[in-house]
């Protein structure tokens, strides 16, 4: 019953925050976002969710970023 509650209460801070907020798993696959992420970027939670979060990154900075996350998952391994 706690963790319940306590995953109810983050989810009440995640969504009250006046920022976008993107949750992934290791696999860089968005599995939480906030009200903000759809104002932000145009999208539809159901489109994010289990998507790549390279999705959100300009096609520009792409190439970038996935320099950025092998080098963090390096990291935190």
Not at 26 to 34: D, L, R, S, Y
Not at 47 to 68: T, V, W
């Amino acid at each position: 019953m706690a963790l319940k509650e306590s995953e109810e209460k983050f989810r009440k801070i995640v969504e009250s925050a006046a920022n976008p907020i993107v949750i992934i798993d290791a696999g860089m696959k968005i599995q939480m976002i906030n009200s903000e992420v759809e104002n932000v970027f145009g999208y539809e939670k159901d489109e994010l969710i289990g998507s790549e979060i390279s999705m959100l990154i300009p096609e520009r900075f792409r190439h970038n970023h996935a320099n950025y996350q092998a080098d963090y998952l390096k990291h935190i391994s």
